[in-house]
């Protein structure tokens, strides 16, 4: 649920720089059910069944979800700023896949979130007692108390400011536009050295 709140966020702030939602209906994206299933199925994981899958079918859905986001994004490659989205995602999938369809916590994120799981039940989250890769891991947290407490990775940090990045170029916000070049005393005196341009200015 904290990455869906990332990008309700991500897409808020679009209108605050001035650009216009509507405007994302022109990304030519390949492939978006896959995408769509990728999300629903991870929000169900976590979310609805988490708690009613045995281990090793949960992680097994797991890695499902990511390789159907992972095939969008190979689709979607020369989208700007897809690549960062999909690079966080793949940063993710690298600590997953090291701990057999578990995401890999730390254990001061997840006492800082207040994060329960069950010792048998599929958790796509958990401290492990030997984690590999756990820089890649849900390694940071949103304290317990505060909304939305759960932990992250670095992974999902790439993964939100990638989306950041799409969605503000996609909507020509003021964020994402090249700056115009302001007009010098040096663009000036390129144009009168062009043939048929004469300085006008009088000597003394």
Request: hydrophobic share 55%; net charge positive.
């Amino acid at each position: 649920m904290i990455i869906v709140a990332g990008f309700i966020a991500v897409l808020a702030t679009v209108p605050l720089a001035g650009g216009s939602l509507s405007a994302m209906t022109r990304l030519r994206l390949r492939g978006a059910w896959l995408l769509i299933i990728a999300l629903v199925g991870q929000t169900l994981l976590v979310s609805v069944f988490e708690r009613q899958l045995s281990g090793w079918v949960g992680q097994a859905l797991h890695l499902a979800t990511y390789a159907l986001a992972a095939a969008f994004f190979v689709v979607n490659r020369r989208t700007r700023g897809l690549t960062a989205v999909g690079f966080g995602g793949l940063l993710n999938l690298v600590a997953i896949v090291a701990n057999g369809g578990v995401m890999p916590a730390s254990a001061w994120a997840v006492r800082t979130s207040g994060l329960v799981t069950s010792s048998t039940a599929f958790a796509n989250s958990r401290a492990l007692a030997h984690p590999r890769l756990l820089v890649f891991g849900d390694i940071f947290a949103v304290p317990s108390g505060w909304p939305l407490a759960n932990v992250f990775s670095i992974g999902d940090v790439v993964l939100l400011a990638g989306a950041f990045y799409t969605a503000h170029a996609a909507c020509g916000t003021r964020w994402a536009r090249t700056p115009a070049k302001a007009e010098t005393g040096e663009s000036a005196a390129t144009a009168d050295s062009k043939p048929g341009n004469v300085s006008t200015g009088a000597t003394r």
